[in-house]
């Protein structure tokens, strides 16, 4: 590497800008207008996740190493056949918020203008998809009308089923830092006590699924209270009658008791909306991953119309997308019922224009299938050949073991991705493909800024871009000419020539003033919001506040949301609630490269409130069965008053290849929302039971995989190999059988020299191997927790020499040099654990952040870790009991 690249993040719909610098070193880039030099911890830990270790090399079919030529004619020939047997709709692609525009728009054009099908969908689906739907039904078009700069002009921010502080966290900390500048009112609406919901004026825990009750009440709080704009409804909206009579009547006790939060603070908050005029409404996955997202969504737009808040400094429902370029998709029509440039499959016009400026021999004649029905379909034998694009649905999408069912009987699967997965797994072709830090296009963030993702690494063994497959595949099937690009550039200036293709103003997606760039240009095209040129927008990018919808009489849309009750719980005690946690990223193929991103959150757990736990007899930290009506996971036990009674949270990021539960979606069910297709994944109905643990166990090794069902287990990448953490389901094997156990889980080379202490009787069996002198591998197991050593005092044994005078501390679990041992690491960025803070604030009476970070450097870079550390200083500061 040479100069310092500017590039952009692959994580979050936040989509900061990095600076990827000599020997791997990622920064923030502080000339990016979405972040200004801030990052969060995945950010800063961008850097430890390019080790070339276990990437996908070389392409495969059947398990063996294939040409390029050969994969590829592969796919063509089992596609072509496909379509000729069985028609356009026999085979399908499924993409990702990964991929990049240019990737997403080369896998678009291939399917719906030449294969002629619409089954071209991307995990976007499960994301905002609902978001997509209400902008659609209010604006027209799918448009997000605020900017970044809202979150520091507003007066009050709104957070619905958004936990922006651990999934949004640089948008976060901008809001925190307007709160301190000028007092920003913050109100979290959240079924849980989230690190954003600490950082908040009000906090309203409503209950699971009550979201379009909660705003609807509000719209008639506002008529009732003369709240309403008329003067701005009559010029720009209509609708509005028909939508505060579905609401219902202005009566805050009845919607307080349908949400389930106190009506004193529900007025209160209902009084902070009226008064504030410089209001914005954000919502992310609580509000779009729901069975009536799309209505949730509305249901916020509706009290924004109502008010005439939207598209002026500070004020607008505002959609935080989750992954790094859902927009990005969104633009060249990747959800399956999207046609490119945001045209529509029933306008004559766009379709005549669309099959004009392709050369399209096949424009698809309408919508595909969504995500969940795509695999459906595939399960039903009738989509018969898929291509799985940089995703990994067998973990990912709810109902995961369907899925896995669905592609294991599929007749033709290609998976292109950089690591192997749990997908990759099922497919007939493998293809390796490029990596962040090796791609080359760009990116749409969720306030619709464009940014470029510049290579800086050469791309390892064959790996190769997405745009360039698809194109290939393509050019196999006959379509040479039409897919003939040479780079990136080339796509993209299709792409945006498109956008002004029979628009005159009738779509506000629109960036046909990039048309023009030339290689050099592209290469160098720093950060832009669409419309390009700004016609509807001005200088500040906001759309929409003077009216100028994309409809056809200009004028938005209220759309009537009626109330249908809280979710059905199908007579099971709980609701399950999925999603993220601070440090992981979807399946863990990046993050889960990054011992110090493994470090907050180990491993999978289940949060319950104590008072359920307590009538289930469920032990803290005890092992637990989650059932639903689609499968069950074991997990541990996680007690927390965060979570309201009779709701669950589960973290979504864990797989096969990290803990033997696999992923939780496969115990999500698959209700979807009926206008966006996105699947609930926020109130599946669950039960809990306790689980016997019947003993417990440490394994490090260098080399990590999945260990079958020999126990329940986690895995937790560290500096120099694997720690995995044990616990029998079953009583420990006996005598050899022991000792054979023991063998399967070292998996050392049969030379290994082995040391090892047992106590049958008492079931401790203590074994470490060592290979050239060094730790290759060891175990401990117990009967009782109490009975393992530390794990921070065992792991920076692994992979070191052994001393003979120090081989009794090895198998006691005493370090060499007898280090402190540590609790959880809460600072990523700087290593801090817990206890270290902990210890700080008692021996040193440090009572603020600030003093914190002077003292230990913890919560002064990305600033992720700061509301635990609150946490922490709030616990020291409360007296006993
Ligand atoms: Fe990446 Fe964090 Fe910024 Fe999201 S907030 S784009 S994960 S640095």
Redesign the pocket.
């Known amino acids: 590497m040479t100069a310092p690249v500017h590039t952009a993040?692959p994580?979050?719909g936040?989509?900061?800008g990095v600076i990827a610098g000599a020997g791997g070193k990622v920064t923030a880039d502080p000339s990016h207008p979405a972040?200004r030099g801030r990052?969060?911890s995945?950010?800063a830990a961008l850097g430890q996740t390019l080790d070339n270790k276990g990437r996908l090399l070389h392409p495969t079919i059947g398990g063996t190493r294939a040409t390029w030529d050969d994969s590829l004619g592969l796919i063509a020939t089992k596609f072509r056949r496909t379509i000729a047997e069985h028609g356009p709709d026999s085979v399908a692609f499924y993409v990702s918020g990964q991929c990049l525009t240019e990737d997403y728009y080369v896998a678009n054009k291939l399917m719906k203008g030449f294969i002629g099908s619409g089954n071209i969908d991307t995990n976007s689906r499960l994301c905002m998809a609902s978001s997509v739907a209400g902008h659609v039904r209010a604006f027209g078009e799918d448009v997000v009308p605020g900017v970044y700069e809202d979150f520091e002009e507003a007066d009050l921010v709104i957070l619905v089923g958004s936990n922006a502080a651990w999934c949004?966290?640089?948008l976060h900390q901008r809001l925190l830092a307007a709160k301190a500048a000028h007092g920003t009112k913050i109100v979290v609406l959240d079924p849980r006590r989230t690190a954003t919901a600490e950082a908040a004026d009000l906090h309203l825990p409503l209950a699971a699924g009550s979201d379009v009750a909660l705003f609807n009440g509000l719209l008639s709080f506002l008529k009732g209270a003369g709240r309403i704009n008329k003067a701005w409804i009559a010029r720009h909206a209509s609708g509005f009658e028909a939508a505060v009579n579905a609401a219902g009547p202005d009566d805050v006790e009845a919607t307080a008791a349908a949400c389930g939060v106190d009506p004193e603070l529900l007025e209160m908050f209902y009084e902070m909306f009226a008064r504030t005029e410089r209001t914005m409404t954000v919502y992310s996955q609580g509000v779009n991953q729901s069975s009536v997202g799309t209505d949730k969504v509305n249901a916020i737009i509706n009290c924004h119309l109502a008010t005439g808040r939207i598209g002026r400094p500070g004020m607008g429902p505002f959609s935080v997308t989750g992954q790094p370029n859902a927009m990005g998709g969104r633009e060249v029509g990747g959800l399956a019922n999207q046609l490119a440039a945001h045209m529509k499959f029933d306008d004559p016009a766009d379709r005549a224009a669309l099959t004009a400026f392709w050369n399209a021999p096949n424009l698809t004649p309408k919508p595909g299938l969504k995500a969940v029905e795509l695999f459906d379909a595939i399960a039903d034998g009738k989509v018969k050949a898929v291509w799985v694009v940089a995703t990994n649905p067998a973990d990912s999408l709810p109902r995961s073991d369907r899925v896995r069912a669905a592609l294991a009987k599929c007749p033709f699967v290609a998976v292109s991705d950089c690591w192997a997965t749990d997908t990759t797994a099922l497919a007939d072709v493998v293809l390796p493909a490029s990596a962040w830090g090796e791609k080359d296009g760009t990116v749409t963030n969720s306030e619709r800024r464009i940014s470029r993702q510049r290579p800086f690494r050469e791309a390892p063994g064959e790996s190769r871009p997405d745009w360039w497959m698809f194109a290939q595949v393509a050019r196999r099937m006959g379509w040479k000419a039409d897919f003939a690009w040479e780079n990136p550039a080339a796509i993209f200036r299709e792409h945006a020539a498109l956008s002004g293709v029979a628009n005159n103003g009738r779509r506000v997606f629109d960036i046909s003033g990039l048309a023009g760039l030339d290689d050099g240009e592209y290469d160098d095209l720093l950060p832009v919001r669409w419309p390009v040129p700004a016609r509807f927008s001005g200088e500040s990018g906001r759309l929409f506040g003077f009216g100028g919808f994309p409809t056809p009489d200009g004028k938005a849309r209220f759309v009537a949301t009626p109330y249908q009750g809280l979710p059905n719980r199908s007579g099971r005690e709980f609701l399950l609630n999925t999603g993220r946690i601070r440090d992981q990223w979807h399946t863990m193929t990046r993050t889960g490269l990054a011992p110090s991103l493994m470090a907050h959150t180990p491993e999978p757990v289940v949060t319950l409130h104590p008072g359920d736990a307590a009538a289930l007899g469920i032990e803290p930290n005890g092992l637990v069965r989650l059932s639903t009506d689609e499968g069950e996971v074991v997990l541990r036990a996680d007690l927390r008053h965060t979570v309201r009674r009779g709701e669950l949270f589960a973290p979504m990021h864990w797989t096969d290849l990290f803990a033997s539960c696999g992923p939780v979606a496969r115990t999500v069910g698959a209700r979807l929302d009926p206008v966006s297709g996105q699947p609930e994944m926020k109130a599946t109905p669950a039960s809990l039971s306790p689980v016997e643990s019947h003993f417990h166990g440490l394994l490090l090794r260098r080399e990590g995989s999945a260990l079958a069902d020999l126990c329940h287990w986690v895995r937790v990448p560290v500096d120099t190999g694997q720690l995995y953490r044990l616990t029998g389901l079953r009583a420990l094997p006996a005598g050899d059988d022991l000792f054979r156990f023991a063998g399967l889980l070292l998996s050392v080379p049969m030379d290994a020299e082995l040391l090892e202490i047992s106590d049958v009787r008492r079931a401790v069996l203590r074994i470490a191997a060592i290979v050239d002198g060094a730790l290759e591998a060891c175990l401990f197991l117990a009967r009782d927790p109490a009975g393992l050593p530390s794990e921070a005092a065992v792991i920076p044994m692994l992979g070191q020499p052994v001393p003979d005078p120090a081989r009794s501390r090895l198998l006691a679990g005493r370090p060499y040099d007898a280090a402190a041992c540590e609790g959880p690491r809460v600072c990523a960025c700087f290593g801090v654990t817990r206890d270290a803070i902990r210890h700080a604030a008692v021996t040193h009476r440090l009572r603020s952040v600030s003093e914190i970070g002077v003292a230990l450097r913890a919560g002064t870079n990305c600033g992720s870790c700061i509301p635990e550390i609150e946490e922490i200083l709030r616990d020291v500061r409360m007296p006993a009991g």
């Open positions: 993040c994580y979050c936040v989509g900061c972040n990052l969060c995945k950010g949004h966290p640089v």
